[in-house]
Every structure is written in C-alpha cells, then in structure tokens.
C-alpha cells in the first residue's frame, strides 16, 4: 500500500512562497511519477503540476507555469512543489499523487495524498 503524506501547507499573504513536501511509501521511489493537484472550495480538482519518474521531464498547469516549480529527491523520497509570487485564486487543498513509471506521467494517478491547505491572502 502506497502512503503519500503531504506538508508545508499554510497561510501566506500574496507575492509570498511556500514549499510543499510529499513524503512517499512506494518502493522504490524513484520508479514513480509524482504530481501536484489542487482542489479550491466548490471546484473540481485539477492539475497543478507532474515530475516523470527519471526527474527529466516536467509539465505545468498554465496558471502556475513561471511561478510553481516541481521537483523530486530520489534519496530522499520527497517531491516538492516551490510556490513563488503566489495569488489568492492559488488558495485551495494541495494534494500529491503518484503512478507508476510505465504510465504516461501526464495521465491518470493511482495513489493519493490527504492534503495540506494553502491559504493566499489578498
């Protein structure tokens, strides 16, 4: 059974940072594609951004593009996502998620996080 445990969520004013951590069970880590999504309050969940499992190759929801970078330490088992110049449409549940290697890492992912909450504040 897969674990993802997000952390670094929390309350920051526009124009401010935050880094959000993913700590993950599957073994071995780095055989895994690793993503962020989002879920703001009366929306749907949607893309935010995905690492493949090799760390070469990345993809980024339009909004987020030139602000948001992820990225992964394989040694670690961490993946990361490092919010810059944030915005209050940012504000929503951040969740992590995780496929295997042999998928397509802009698909559909298996394994989920409980979630850690961004707050923007105007």
């Known amino acids: 059974q897969v674990q993802l445990v997000e952390s670094g969520g929390g309350l920051v004013q526009a124009g401010g940072s935050l880094r959000l951590s993913c700590a993950a069970s599957?073994?071995?880590?780095?055989?895994?594609?690793m993503a962020w999504f989002r879920q703001a309050p009366g929306k749907e969940r949607e893309f935010v951004a995905a690492?493949?499992?090799?760390?070469?190759?990345?993809s980024y929801a339009d909004s987020v593009k030139g602000r948001f970078t992820i990225s992964r330490d394989n040694a670690e088992k961490v993946a990361y996502l490092q919010m810059n110049s944030l915005k209050p449409e940012d504000t929503a549940v951040y969740y992590c998620?995780?496929?295997?290697?042999?998928?397509?890492?802009?698909?559909?992912?298996?394994?989920w996080g409980q979630g850690t909450q961004v707050t923007v504040s105007s």
């Open positions: 998620a995780s496929v295997h290697w042999s998928r397509d890492y802009k698909g559909e992912y298996d394994y």
């Open positions: 599957q073994r071995p880590f780095s055989m895994y594609h």
């Open positions: 690492i493949s499992w090799t760390g070469t190759s990345t």
